[in-house]
């Protein structure tokens, strides 16, 4: 196959059909980025429903069941509909040009993936104004409150499995792209890190969600055949969703987090102007954290009555997924190590995800030592060490994958004032919000309630404030990406001027490459 860039939509019709017929892997990113974008503001906004009812004790805002609502969506979008299709896009539109090959393996399957999504979400939505409301179980969705509610729980669970479909095909084309449509000297051990680490997300996901798939489907038949997979009362057993579930939720977590990282090993670098330290390290760590991701998942049931032998062995072993973790941290601080470094946008938001992330990371550690988990659990704590893995992990980094890339996707270069200025309202904003919540945790303060006691406000008064600031800052975003795709300063070749401490003549167009390590510099 000749290895030259293949443009189909030029082939394509214009307007509305252009879009959903298309099957340029550049597009499908697009759409891809786009819905992610839409559906962080809406998960967003549930989020400051949950706030705005923590404001103070007692019940103001809304009622008791819609809170429960608010809070089991506001997580089902944010994972399923804002963070897993925005690294989706960001795989579309780079992982081609990052490995050279014209597009994805499978273009027609590609569209496919993207418009199960819509729907899915609208399903999701949909549930909230069914009769007896949305789901009100967690993201989680434990049985016996998953077993009980009306159709709006039947609704979520279809939604459910079509965001996985679409998940599973996604992972199919990256891993049928990366394997077979390498540029003729693109060995593995070449490929920029963050096509490793959504080669090895791609096969997580593969393992997973099917698992999920099964979780819901039994949970499904027990609401209405008359099953009783989950139901005691019919020999089944509760606990066994949680492992079946969280035999799914933990690999969630680190597919969430892996592209992340991958990410921040291609900004940093460029920063920095040095090449990634310890490149063959991070291949074999992201390797590590995906396979030790599957034998931890019990960490998160302490407190179901395991046997002492099984609590030790999930202790054990999440305490050993903190050293390939560490790994990566230690990587990137020596790739800064005495580096010629410049601070734009997108490093600022690189930085504050190793920082918060590691953050994230060291409260998780706390969270893996059984004894101190019977404390934790289902508290503030878990909810403030969740948010800085994933938003401190995961959207800081996808933020700061934008400004990185955006030059390259719009051909304009964004304004680096307003970048900076989202930056540091986001970053304050997000530590306001979820560091009080540790304190909150450790006062034993329960997560997923609207009321609380009286000695808990100051500390939720404070996370109230940043989650609005958190919120709104967005809209700044939003404005930065809507004015740099309408025009501006014109992006070059050379847009991250020096990078890798190294020069390369750019042909034109402009190749991935200007814009990540080739890999003749490794």
Request: hydrophobic share 50%; aromatic share 16%.
């Amino acid at each position: 196959m000749a290895h030259t860039a293949v443009h189909h939509h030029e082939a394509h019709p214009k307007g509305v059909a252009r879009w959903l017929f298309t099957t340029n892997h550049k597009d499908i990113g697009t759409l891809y980025l786009v819905f992610a974008f839409v559906m962080f503001l809406a998960g967003g906004t549930m989020a400051l429903v949950i706030r705005a009812e923590l404001w103070q004790p007692g019940l103001q805002v809304v009622e008791p069941h819609f809170f429960n609502q608010m809070t089991t969506v506001h997580a089902l979008v944010m994972v399923f509909g804002a963070v897993m299709p925005a690294f989706t896009g960001l795989a579309n539109w780079l992982i081609p040009m990052m490995i050279g090959a014209p597009d994805m393996a499978l273009p027609r399957l590609n569209n496919w993936s993207f418009w199960l999504l819509p729907p899915a979400a609208i399903l999701l939505a949909m549930s909230l104004f069914m009769s007896g409301g949305g789901p009100a179980a967690g993201w989680t969705l434990y049985p016996p409150l998953s077993a009980q509610g009306g159709i709006g729980m039947d609704f979520t669970i279809l939604s459910v499995h079509m965001l996985g479909f679409s998940s599973i095909l996604g992972s199919i084309n990256v891993i049928a792209t990366i394997i077979n449509m390498r540029a003729p000297g693109m060995t593995l051990m070449k490929m920029p890190l963050f096509v490793w680490t959504w080669l090895v997300t791609a096969f997580l996901l593969l393992a997973s969600i099917p698992v999920l798939a099964g979780a819901v489907t039994m949970l499904l038949t027990d609401r209405h055949f008359g099953t009783s997979f989950f139901d005691a009362a019919g020999g089944g057993d509760p606990v066994m969703f949680q492992h079946v579930f969280w035999f799914f939720g933990h690999p969630e977590v680190y597919i969430l987090v892996l592209p992340a990282f991958g990410v921040i090993s291609q900004i940093i670098p460029t920063f920095a102007r040095k090449p990634l330290f310890g490149y063959n390290s991070m291949v074999y760590a992201t390797c590590t954290i995906a396979f030790l991701s599957f034998i931890v998942w019990a960490h998160h049931m302490y407190t179901v009555g395991m046997p002492m032998a099984g609590e030790l062995f999930f202790m054990y072993a999440t305490m050993l997924i903190a050293v390939p973790t560490g790994v990566k941290v230690f990587n990137w601080v020596t790739t800064m190590w005495r580096g010629s470094m410049s601070f734009e946008t997108p490093m600022l938001f690189a930085v504050a995800t190793v920082f918060t992330f590691t953050i994230g990371g060291l409260s998780g550690l706390m969270l893996s030592i059984t004894p101190a988990d019977f404390q934790y659990h289902d508290t503030y704590f878990v909810v403030a060490h969740f948010h800085y893995t994933i938003f401190g992990g995961s959207v800081l980094a996808l933020m700061g994958a934008t400004y990185y890339w955006l030059p390259k996707w719009t051909g304009h270069m964004y304004d680096e004032r307003l970048g900076k200025l989202h930056f540091w309202l986001t970053i304050l904003a997000f530590n306001l919000t979820f560091f009080p919540q540790h304190f909150l945790g450790l006062a034993g303060m329960p997560r997923r309630i609207p009321d609380y006691a009286l000695q808990f406000n100051d500390f939720n008064q404070w996370s109230t404030v940043g989650a609005f600031v958190l919120g709104l800052s967005q809209l700044l975003f939003a404005y930065v990406l809507w004015r740099t795709t309408r025009g501006g300063e014109r992006a070059s070749g050379r847009v991250w001027e020096g990078a890798h401490g190294l020069e390369w003549t750019l042909p034109s167009p402009a190749p991935y490459h200007s814009f990540a390590t080739p890999p003749a510099i490794r």
